[in-house]
C-alpha cells in the first residue's frame, strides 16, 4: 500500500495535474527491496547487461557525465565542420506506463531466474495506493502498471525496461539519462537532406518501439535543435523532422538536464539565466539578512571585483548595488 501526498508545483493546486504525488512506502517493503537491489546490481554489472547508453541510476554515472559527453561528440564535429542535429526526446508518465507482463519478460531477457521472476510477479502484483491531504485518506486504488513509485527497485526495473531503446535507431546515436532519449546525428553541410531523411526513419522506429512497450512519445514538448559553428549555422535551411504527425522546427535554446544549450554551444544563455537567478536570491536573502549572523552571510553571498570577468562583472550596475547592499 502507497501513501500518495499531492505537492503543489506550478498554478492551481487544486486540478491534479499541477502537482507532485510524492509515494510513501512500508519501511518493511523497502528492507525486502534493499536485499534485492544488492544481489541485483553486482549480477548486471558483472554480466554487463544494462546498455552503456543509459546514464541514469548507474553507478560512475551522472547528468554530469551525460553532459560531458555531450558536449564533448559537439565540439568535436564543430572542429571537424560539421553539424549535429539533436532531437530532446519527451515521454509522458513513463515510469507509471510500464506494463508489468513485459517487464517480467525483460526481466528472463537479462538472466533473472525462473525464482526470482516468481518474487518479482509477486512484488508487482496486488498494489494499491491511498491519497493524503492532511488527515484525510481517499479510498484505495489498485496499481496495475508502472514501477512502484518512491520504490528502491524502481529505478533499476526502469532501466531494464528500455535497455533496449539505445539498439533501436540504425543511422543516429541514441544516449539516454533514465527516461530522458537524445537522438542525434552528425553529418556534412551537404549531407542534409540525406541525415534528415535517416533522422526520421529513426524516430519512425523509436515511435514504434514505444507503441509495442506501451509507452507514449510526448511530440509536443520534443525538441530539435541544430549544433554547429554560426557560419555553418547560417547555411542549414529548411532542416525539419516529424514524429507523430508534429512537425520538428529546430529551435535556438533548449533545456537538456538542467543545462541551457544553444545552436552554438556558447552557453551565453545558460550563464545570463543562471546569473539572473543567482540575483534573484540574493535579493530574497536582503529581505531577511537583519535576521542572519554575520557568518552566515559571508558563507551565503559571494564576493567579487566589479573589475573582472566573472559573472557579478556581467551583472548591471544596479544589480551590483543590490550586491553593496550586504
Not at 32 to 41: D, K, L, S
Not at 105 to 118: E, I, T, Y
Not at 142 to 149: E, L
Not at 287 to 302: E, Q, T
Request: hydrophobic share 40%; proline share 4%.
Amino acid at each position: 500500500m502507497a501513501v500518495i501526498t499531492p505537492i503543489p508545483k506550478d498554478g492551481d493546486h487544486e486540478q491534479a495535474n499541477n502537482n507532485r504525488p510524492i509515494s510513501l512506502l512500508p519501511i518493511l517493503s523497502k528492507v525486502c527491496e534493499r536485499t534485492v537491489h544488492n544481489q541485483m546490481i553486482p549480477y548486471l554489472d558483472t554480466k554487463q547487461r544494462l546498455s552503456t547508453q543509459q546514464s541514469g541510476n548507474r553507478r560512475f554515472h551522472s547528468t554530469e557525465t551525460s553532459l560531458i559527453e555531450t558536449t564533448d561528440s559537439i565540439l568535436n564535429a564543430i572542429d571537424g565542420k560539421e553539424l549535429t542535429a539533436v532531437v530532446l526526446l519527451d515521454m509522458s508518465k513513463a515510469f507509471d506506463s510500464i506494463d508489468y507482463n513485459i517487464l517480467l519478460l525483460k526481466l528472463q531477457d537479462v538472466g533473472v531466474s525462473p525464482a526470482a521472476l516468481n518474487w518479482f510477479s509477486i512484488y508487482l502484483s496486488e498494489r494499491f495506493q491511498v491519497v493524503r491531504i492532511n488527515t484525510v485518506l481517499s479510498d484505495k486504488l489498485p496499481v496495475n502498471s508502472g514501477v512502484p513509485q518512491g520504490s528502491i527497485l524502481g529505478p533499476i526495473l526502469f532501466n531494464i525496461y528500455v535497455n533496449e531503446l539505445p539498439t533501436i535507431p540504425q543511422s543516429s546515436l541514441s544516449k539516454m539519462y533514465v527516461d530522458d532519449n537524445k537522438l542525434s546525428l552528425t553529418f556534412l553541410i551537404q549531407q542534409c537532406a540525406s541525415a534528415r531523411t535517416e533522422m526520421n526513419k529513426d524516430l519512425c522506429r523509436i515511435r514504434d518501439w514505444c507503441f509495442d512497450n506501451h509507452l507514449l512519445l510526448n511530440a509536443s514538448k520534443t525538441k530539435l535543435m541544430v549544433f554547429g559553428s554560426r557560419q555553418m549555422i547560417s547555411k542549414v535551411s529548411d532542416f525539419r523532422l516529424s514524429l507523430l504527425g508534429k512537425e520538428l522546427i529546430p529551435v535556438q535554446t533548449a533545456k537538456d538536464l538542467g543545462v541551457t544549450f544553444d545552436s552554438s554551444l556558447s552557453f551565453d544563455y545558460h550563464v545570463v539565466k543562471t546569473v539572473s537567478f543567482c540575483m534573484s536570491s540574493l535579493a530574497q536573502i536582503n529581505r531577511v539578512k537583519h535576521v542572519l549572523d554575520k557568518s552566515l552571510l559571508v558563507l551565503i553571498i559571494p564576493k567579487g571585483d566589479e573589475d573582472d570577468n566573472s559573472a557579478e562583472g556581467m551583472l548591471e550596475v544596479s544589480d551590483r548595488r543590490l550586491l553593496r547592499t550586504f
